[in-house]
């Protein structure tokens, strides 16, 4: 089933767009990470340790740009495949956020919150374009 | 030390990579085992109701068999009756002529 606006849930049709741009947003702050502040934060010095600031943004950046070619073009596996990536990708950001609550001082509890949030977000938008096809 | 960065991003991004899509496989198998198991619990429903519409067409034709007997039989008394009919009626037109066969013969004889 191709992947428009007719055959996906309202609730897909909100955040398919939401995962590309907020992918967008985090790829290219951390590709050219201006005035070098994300390179200087605590909280990220054991997501650098697991790779590379840029790395992560590369990361993103591939990702976004899958999910608006798989919008564009209406093919629904690559924008499945590209949200299973997502899940691993902000569950590995999470995770290595967190260690840093332990690692790092001054690093708040609740670091890895939108690592979690995005990734439990994606894997039902996951299940829900499976579900639909 | 700049190669080394970029390979250890390599390796980091194609583990993540990597483990999104094992993900996404395992979900397709677990998936796939589950309407593996729909499909055979179908299937054994519609074993089960072959099974009982087989019962109930030996059923029904024992007693399209019965129905068609007695309907055959009907048939049979019809056409029985129908011969009796005709051949009352031609004992009928017989019995007139022999009737006026005998007076006439008897009202010849008599002058």
């Known amino acids: 089933m191709p992947l428009d606006r007719d055959h996906v849930s309202p609730a897909s049709r909100v955040m398919l767009p939401f995962y590309a741009a907020l992918n967008l947003v985090f790829g290219v702050l951390f590709v050219l990470d201006p005035q070098h502040r994300l390179d200087k934060t605590p909280a990220l010095n054991p997501a650098q340790g697991f790779m590379p600031l840029d790395s992560w943004g590369l990361l993103w950046l591939g990702l976004a740009t899958t999910m608006t070619a798989a919008l564009c073009t209406h093919v629904r596996e690559w924008y499945v495949r590209a949200l299973a990536i997502n899940i691993a990708a902000w569950g590995v950001w999470a995770v290595v956020l967190e260690i840093a609550v332990f690692s790092q001082p001054n690093v708040s509890f609740l670091v890895g919150a939108i690592g979690v949030v995005v990734a439990v977000a994606s894997y039902a938008s996951l299940r829900s374009l499976r579900a639909e096809a | ?111």
């Open chain 2, 1 to 111: 030390m700049d190669w080394l960065n970029a390979l250890q991003g390599t390796l980091a991004v194609a583990l993540v990579v990597t483990t999104g899509l094992l993900g996404l496989q395992q979900g397709t198998v677990r998936t796939l085992r589950e309407s593996n198991s729909d499909l055979r619990a179908r299937r054994d429903d519609q074993d089960k109701y072959v099974a009982e519409v087989e019962v109930k067409l030996s059923t029904s034709n024992a007693e399209n068999e019965v129905l068609r007997s007695v309907v055959t039989g009907e048939a049979h008394l019809t056409a029985l009756a129908d011969r009796l009919e005709d051949h009352h009626t031609e004992s009928m037109s017989a019995l007139a002529d022999i009737r006026s066969a005998i007076e006439h013969h008897g009202g010849t004889h008599g002058s």
